[in-house]
């Protein structure tokens, strides 16, 4: 039986390892903050989707404004007044869309930058080379 001797680092991978672990740290910062700008546009587009679905609109008519929200009534009043190209359901579908696609890409965002975050902890300048 031999003994495996493990194989000994050159100088110069020594010393590009913990250069190469700030790299990574910075380039996992970089995308969480790219998650984080992403998180808040998802943020931003399911608000003003839900102001469009909720809110009431058109000119006001006593306490409240004439024409209802098209989620609380989806029948349209028949009125032109109330023909809010924003609030018809071609337009709310779109926005709908806009608003699952960028929260997807804001999940995948974050799912990269926290494997990356633990990619560089792993490997750290204490790290041991693998066999």
Do not use: N
């Not at 098209?70 to 579908?93: F, I, K």
């Not at 804001?106 to 041991?128: C, E, M, N, Q």
């Amino acid at each position: 039986m031999t003994a495996e001797v493990p194989a000994q680092q050159t100088p110069d991978a020594v010393s590009t390892a913990p250069a190469q672990a700030g790299q990574e740290h910075r380039r996992a910062r970089r995308i969480e903050a790219w998650s984080i700008a992403w998180m808040l546009l998802a943020l931003a587009i399911w608000g003003g989707f839900a102001f469009l679905m909720l809110a009431d609109y058109g000119p006001e008519f006593g306490d409240r404004a004439l024409c209802r929200a098209p989620l609380v009534d989806p029948s349209s009043s028949g009125d032109s007044r109330c023909d809010d190209p924003l609030r018809q359901w071609p337009a709310l579908l779109g926005i709908l869309a806009l608003a699952v696609v960028v929260t997807v890409s804001a999940a995948a965002t974050i799912v990269y930058a926290k494997v990356l975050s633990r990619l560089a902890h792993r490997d750290g300048p204490g790290a041991r080379p693998q066999d």
